[in-house]
């Protein structure tokens, strides 16, 4: 249940100690609330009056609510400490895989990302909020019982001592399968997280090829998944009886020692009933423990996928600070390779950009166009040589290099809020004039006056749906918010939307093109009238690299992709 990194985290050593303090005076009124009620039985049964031991009973209700108010202050503090600490991992993780990029988040899986981010931060909360509130009670309370029970009866301290670790055992070999059966499960759970994103990103091309089996396969992956959950379930319940059957016979084995003992005329009521009262207090921690340690496993679990992100190594950065893009910028790509999960994705990849020019990458699916999206926007660390203007790039400041790099995907996130503030997020501080103004640039004007709240109007999960192609004019607004910003990479940025809706969208952002470093992958040939060079790329390497026009007249691979695209008229106007 315990992981040693928990103690590397802000305020864990801090926690521990507040919570040793708590647990060391819930023990001494356990101790005394015991006391008090034996006290109380024993006056009672010698015919003592209720006046004669209301001393006793006012003892076991001071010491009760004492009690009652550590266990209330130890939940506040670990409640508090869980949510803190997973609220501040989470944006950790979601720091850390920006920076890492999407090649990262491809690897891990954009499912699993998402299901590590919201189901796996409240698992960690609770992982978090009850591992240190168990385990101090574990450590303290059983020590206080065990020394108080062997002053009264030296044979019942001795059978609490050695039935203990039997119960320690017991909880270890059936925690360790438990522990098992969780890691398969949670992984199943992201497996099936990733199946379901990807059949709704692709249902549109499903549906267009025909293929109808897909829910079939998230059926398959939903009912393994359920198997899975079942098992852990059983081995869970299992656990819990043998938990509680071990400390029933165990308190059942002090209870037998201390009748005969008390027959035999070896103890007197009052020690014995005490140290009968304080056998369940004894081992009520281990049982606790036992009955949560199930409850924090996917924590457990969803805790080491975290750390393995976080400890993953980052994109080297240096101090060396970007100049600003320029008409006189340039960028010289040479012999660049890149390779991550045993796979060659780009080699042999030679070229050289410059100033305010509008390139093309073009290539069949799977040809390494978004790979050198990303590792020209610095997510990926090739081998050879990027350089920009004479410098190499992994000798400057790569966080310097992506705030002048604007980067539009096939599809955009949008996030659940009002347009204006997925407009300005990554410029907070702008103005609703700014924020106008970027708007009607992006085309957006005409949406947002059809909409009773405007700028103000949510969407996202619970709010208003958008198309494809608001989304993408969103992006765009957002993009053309931060004036800062002179590279813009674009990864198929139409490929989901209809000709009309991407012939108006190409309509609004050609304009915008002037003044920026403009990198377009796409299959949509009809882009190339817009640009100044193409890059055309074939399983992973770059077989040509021209104008338009150039490449249609000479190059025998670009006439072939145009010829496999089906645009040759559109590539050659």
């Known amino acids: 249940m315990f992981d040693r990194r928990l103690l590397a985290l802000p305020g864990a050593k801090k926690l521990l100690i507040q919570l040793l303090g708590l647990t060391i005076i819930e023990a001494f009124a356990i101790i005394a609330q015991a006391f008090g009620l034996a006290q109380a039985i024993v006056g009672l049964w010698q015919g003592q009056h209720f006046a004669d031991v209301s001393a006793a009973v006012l003892l076991f209700v001071v010491a009760y609510a004492v009690r009652q108010l550590t266990t209330y202050a130890r939940n506040l503090l670990s409640d508090g400490f ?18 890492l990029g999407p090649s990262a ?7 699993a990302v998402v299901t590590q981010l919201l189901a796996g931060s409240s698992e960690i909360q609770a992982y978090l909020a009850l591992t240190f509130n168990k385990l101090v009670p574990l450590l303290v309370i059983p020590i206080a019982v065990f020394v108080m029970v062997s002053t009264q009866s030296l044979k019942a301290g001795i059978a609490l001592l050695l039935l203990f670790p ?14 098992d059966q969780a890691d398969v499960q949670y992984a199943g759970f992201a497996k099936l997280t990733n199946h379901f994103q990807d059949a709704l990103r692709g249902m549109a091309s499903l549906d267009a090829l025909g293929v109808n089996d897909y829910d079939q396969q998230v059926y398959t992956v939903s009912e393994r998944f359920r198997k899975q959950t079942m098992k852990v379930l059983k081995v869970a319940m299992l ?27 070896r103890v007197s ?30 924590g457990k679990t969803a805790f080491e996928a975290t750390q393995a992100i976080l400890v993953r190594p980052l994109p080297p950065m240096a101090l060396l600070p970007v100049p600003q893009w320029d008409a006189n910028s340039t960028l010289a790509v040479k012999d660049l390779a890149v390779s991550y999960s045993g796979h060659q994705a780009l080699s042999q990849v030679s070229f050289t950009l410059s100033g305010f020019q509008k390139v093309a990458i073009i290539g069949a699916s799977g040809s390494g166009k978004t790979t050198l999206l990303n590792t ?37 996130y949008i996030f659940a ?3 204006a503030a997925n407009i300005n997020f990554y410029q907070p501080q702008a103005t609703r004039e700014q924020i106008n103004r970027v708007a009607t640039i992006a085309g957006l004007q005409h949406f947002l006056t059809s909409l009773p709240e405007g700028l103000n109007t949510r969407i996202g999960a619970g709010g208003r749906g958008i198309s494809g192609g608001q989304a993408q004019r969103i992006a765009l607004a957002r993009t053309l918010l931060d004036t800062n910003r002179a590279v813009w990479l674009f990864d198929e940025p139409t490929a989901h939307l209809d000709i009309e809706t991407e012939l108006a969208l190409k309509k609004t952002m050609t304009p915008l093109f002037d003044q920026h470093l403009v990198i377009m992958a796409t299959h949509r040939l009809h882009w190339l009238s817009e640009m100044d060079l193409v890059l055309v790329m074939a399983h992973g390497k770059l077989v040509d690299v021209g104008t338009p026009q150039a490449l249609a007249k000479h190059s025998v691979a670009f006439q072939q992709l145009v010829q496999t695209l089906g645009g040759g008229h559109d590539a050659e106007n």
């Open 82 to 99: 869980g949510q803190a600490q997973s609220e501040q991992l989470r944006t950790d993780l979601l720091q850390r895989l920006y920076r």
């Open 105 to 111: 988040i491809a690897e891990i899986g954009s499912g």
């Open 166 to 179: 039997v119960i320690i055992g017991f909880m270890v070999i059936l925690g360790l399968a438990a522990k």
């Open 239 to 265: 656990s819990g009886f043998a938990m509680d059957f071990f400390a029933t016979l165990a308190i059942a084995v002090v209870a037998v020692f201390l009748g005969l003992d008390l027959l035999a005329g």
């Open 269 to 298: 009521l009052m020690p014995a009933l005490l140290s009968l009262i304080l056998a369940p207090e004894y081992f009520l921690p281990i049982r606790a423990f036992g009955a949560d340690y199930h409850a924090t496993l996917n």
């Open 376 to 412: 020209i926007a610095g997510f990926l660390t090739p081998d050879g040589a990027i350089d920009l203007n004479g410098v190499a790039l992994n000798t400057l400041n790569q966080s310097d290099w992506q705030q002048q790099i604007s980067y539009i995907p096939q599809s955009p």
């Open 417 to 419: 809020d009002t347009i």
